[in-house]
């Protein structure tokens, strides 16, 4: 496709970007809308609205994911969506495909469409805020452009600086390693990742070692940048790597969530996406290999005494492990425990092979 065709044909590794989006609004809906009087979501690349073959387009799935809710009823906060378009044919399309859904929204749900950059809508936003001195309301920020252009660490930093957003954004890695080397590319380049260290990494043969210093760069700077925890996933088409997704939270939640959607649609924990293989994996998280989770949380917390079970569910929440919290007591702790791996102090608990709050253990082996 170009970049200036005004719809496109779905491609089948979008399709893990889209589902695993849906599967955390899911979940970011409610939990968010239980203790905030307004939430938002940002795309900030919308598209279109749809594609060439009427599938739906982010916008529509960030809001169908609202309309369609069973908790929908009792979710009662004001939700707000911006969508940010800068090719005009697009934009105007986007209208016509929001045009229709209006009459079925709710009437708390409000949208708005930006006829702008990423960089120059959100600089606006963030130098009003800066100006009133106020926080940005709970927000996850979709950044989804083609290949490196308009999309700024800097801008980045600014929207991770307020204390409850979140980012979604992808890593456009088949553009940028097929013009790594293109003088044009540096100064896109810069400002995507914030620093000009990626060009030592550019300059590495091996592929395997070049993909994943870069992804480590990525995933740093978006730390420096206020991210506490930050996941990712790959996006393939055949066996060649397209883009990453790279999310980031300043929530063990948040976190947690996230790896949540992503198992649900790669549940044997590998975190691609391979075109057609998306949504194949019939077997499920059943057959999930707890090994690897076993390991670090022994190598975690082997060499301490005693500790809570709360600072372990903790560590499955963040970002230290691919794992997450539906993974740990009855798939981890009970067996470890039926093996010995670990001691439970029973005067913490009530009832064997249960962890409730309060529980204290310690890791003795794998």
């Not at 200036?4 to 979008?14: A, G």
């Not at 709970?138 to 957003?165: A, E, N, Y």
């Not at 740093?220 to 206020?226: I, M, T, V």
């Not at 790669?266 to 690897?292: C, H, R, W």
């Amino acid at each position: 496709m170009s970049e200036d065709d005004t719809l496109w044909r779905l491609q089948p590794h979008t399709i893990g970007k889209h589902r695993v989006l849906e599967s955390y609004l899911g979940a970011w809906l409610p939990i968010l809308s239980s203790w905030n009087k307004r939430i938002r979501f940002v795309d900030a690349f919308a598209g279109p609205g749809e594609y060439l073959d009427g599938e739906p387009g982010s916008p529509m799935i960030a809001l169908q994911t609202l309309v369609e809710h069973n908790a929908r009823p009792r979710m009662d906060c004001e939700f707000r969506y911006v969508f940010i378009e800068a090719n005009k044919s697009r934009f105007d399309h986007l209208n016509e495909v929001l045009a229709g859904i209006d009459d079925g929204l709710p009437s708390n749900c409000h949208y708005r469409t930006v006829f702008s950059t990423f960089d120059e809508s959100l600089t606006r936003v963030m130098d009003q805020l800066d100006r009133e001195n106020k926080s940005l309301e709970p927000t996850l920020v979709m950044i989804d452009p083609f290949g490196i252009k308009g999309v700024s660490m800097s801008v980045i930093q600014r929207i991770l600086q307020h204390p409850s957003t979140e980012v979604y954004i992808s890593f456009m890695y088949r553009d940028i390693n097929r013009f790594r080397e293109a003088d044009h590319f540096e100064k896109g380049m810069d400002a995507l990742i914030g620093t000009p260290v990626w060009r030592d990494i550019a300059e590495i043969e091996d592929a395997e070692d070049r993909k994943t210093q870069f992804f480590e760069l990525f995933r740093s700077q978006l730390k420096a940048a206020g991210a506490k925890y930050v996941v990712n996933f790959e996006l393939y088409e055949g066996d060649r790597l397209v883009y990453a997704i790279f999310f980031g939270t300043q929530h063990l939640e948040g976190c947690d969530q996230m790896k949540k959607a992503i198992w649900e649609h790669a549940p044997f924990g590998d975190y691609k996406f391979k075109g057609d293989m998306i949504g194949q994996n019939v077997l499920g998280e059943d057959f999930v290999d707890i090994s690897t989770l076993r390991k670090e949380l022994f190598e975690h917390f082997g060499q301490k005494s005693w500790i809570s079970i709360e600072e372990v569910v903790d560590f499955v929440r963040s970002d230290l492990t691919k794992y997450h919290t539906g993974h740990l007591k009855t798939r981890t702790l009970r067996p470890m425990e039926d093996d010995h791996a670990i001691e439970v102090d029973e005067s913490t608990r009530k009832q064997k092979r249960r962890y409730p709050d309060g529980t204290r253990l310690r890791f003795l082996s794998e």
